[in-house]
């Protein structure tokens, strides 16, 4: 081809792609004879409004030597692609998934099946999750020139459930109270105060640790742990299972324990009846059936006091009153009822009495040990490991004698409260029977045949027995 005798634009093509983002020569209908100038290039893609990207160096290759481009398409100029903005994120500070119900891998590479739910627990003022604001598209740049405009990241927004709140730039969610997170309804956040189980606690539902009150919906199986820093309510029985609550417990049925597990409130615990149970309640124990062959302590009161209230069998220690309808049973059955100081002060005072014994022996044993090693010594027989010896043994003592006066100092004051009982009562509105054990203080009363309606406390120096009027 002669570039005086025929347009350029006659046998060379040029195409733009759809984007506008790159641009082509197609030498597809030019012979072998083709022959240009960079300035017809040029006129040729101004004339196709291609002015951006161009590629001047090519433009320079192909006037030079177009031999190798005969018959090919080949990119002439390139634009700038727009780059979208980068959508907003909600960066949870909690594991989405761990309520997931699978059993827990422990260390030693066993599975305890009974830790499958992972209770997603948050205080007042926690941090929940953040959100990172959506950022703007950069605009590209066409062939042609034109701009290109770019999406902008879209915007992820916090869905406000109940009980949580944003900070002022809406950048950051709080929750407002103790409680387990929740999701409902198209992703919303929520806290909610209360743990619910709708049905029993067994194996498809594990082991439950709550910061706020804890509701179970059926019963508590043997084996099974509930902790809460709130109330623990259920509406069946409890069966030999480890439940702990800061507040109180509730139980609708009653607690079939078979001498398993522990039930513990800082405050109160109710139950319609208690059998082969451990119970501990930092305020009250107020059963309205019976309490059978159970150890029960309770910092102020229990108190068994319903149509049968029946205390038969076990411990019940109170740091104040112990009533019931019936307490023991024809049968002389051993029960043993300890009132006038709160259970925590007379287990300690059993422990430290112990430990006092076991020093006394540690004692005696160092003080054999070292008459040995002084007659040694007198006789200058000792030996520089038995010298290290007996100067480790004087040591021994020293300390052992001064933990001995600080255990007696500590039982003398816990012996004091022992004595501070003029608020213990022992109250049975109906009948007390032969075989039990009243214990106020440092007194004890067995009791040997029944009486009816009486009530127990210090009177002149030891257990005094009073009518109950009506």
Do not use: W
């Not at 891998?105 to 959100?131: C, F, M, P, Q, W």
């Not at 879209?154 to 869905?159: E, L």
């Not at 009363?445 to 210090?458: L, M, S």
């Amino acid at each position: 081809m002669n570039p005086h005798s025929a347009s350029t634009e006659f046998f060379i093509d040029v195409l733009i792609s759809d984007d506008k983002l790159e641009a082509f020569l197609d030498f597809s209908h030019c012979g072998e004879d083709m022959v240009c100038t960079v300035e017809q290039l040029e006129s040729l893609l101004e004339k196709h409004s291609i002015s951006y990207g161009i590629d001047y160096a090519r433009l320079v290759q192909i006037a030079k030597d177009p031999g190798p481009f005969i018959k090919r398409k080949i990119v002439i100029a390139t634009g700038d692609p727009p780059r979208p903005g980068k959508d907003g994120e909600i960066n949870y500070r909690f594991d989405t998934k761990a309520s997931a119900k699978k059993p827990a891998v422990l260390e030693d590479g066993t599975v305890d099946y009974r830790e499958v739910t992972s209770i997603l627990n948050v205080k007042k003022g926690e941090l929940l999750a953040s959100r990172t604001p959506p950022t703007e598209g950069v605009p590209g740049k066409a062939v042609t020139g034109e701009v290109l405009m770019a999406r902008n990241g879209k915007d992820a927004r916090f869905k406000i459930g109940k009980n949580v709140v944003t900070d002022a730039n809406n950048l950051q969610l709080y929750s407002t109270i103790d409680g387990v997170i929740s999701f409902t309804g198209k992703g919303q956040i929520n806290v909610f105060p209360v743990y619910e189980v709708n049905g029993d606690v067994d194996y498809s539902i594990g082991n439950i640790d709550f910061v706020g009150t804890v509701v179970i919906r059926g019963n508590v199986l043997t084996g099974f742990k509930i902790k809460a820093e709130g109330d623990i309510r259920v509406t069946g029985t409890v069966e030999g299972a480890e439940m702990e609550a800061g507040g109180s417990i509730l139980i609708s049925a009653g607690i079939l324990a078979q001498n398993k597990g522990r039930i513990r409130a800082g405050k109160t615990i109710r139950s319609a009846f208690v059998q082969d149970g451990n119970v501990e309640a930092g305020e009250d124990v107020l059963i309205s059936q019976s309490i059978m062959h159970s150890n029960i302590r309770a910092g102020r009161s229990i108190c068994c006091e319903g149509a049968k209230g029946l205390i038969v069998g076990g411990k019940l220690q109170a740091g104040e009153q112990v009533s019931a309808r019936t307490i023991g049973n024809s049968m002389s059955t051993a029960t043993v009822i300890e009132v006038g100081v709160l259970p925590e002060v007379r287990s300690e005072l059993h422990q430290l009495k112990e430990q006092l014994k076991m020093n006394a022996e540690n004692l005696q044993k160092t003080e054999k040990a070292l008459t040995i090693l002084d007659q040694l010594a007198a006789a200058g027989q000792l030996s520089p490991d038995k010298a290290a010896m007996r100067v480790k043994l004087a040591n021994t003592r020293k300390q052992t004698v001064e933990t001995t006066e600080t255990i007696k100092d500590r039982v003398l004051q816990l012996e004091t409260m022992l004595e501070d009982t003029g608020k213990a009562r022992i109250v049975a509105t109906s009948t007390i029977y032969g075989g039990t054990k009243l214990v106020m203080g440092r007194h004890i009363k067995v009791i040997k045949d029944p009486v009816q309606r009486v009530y127990f406390r210090i009177d002149e120096g030891d257990i005094g027995m009073f009518p109950l009027y009506p």
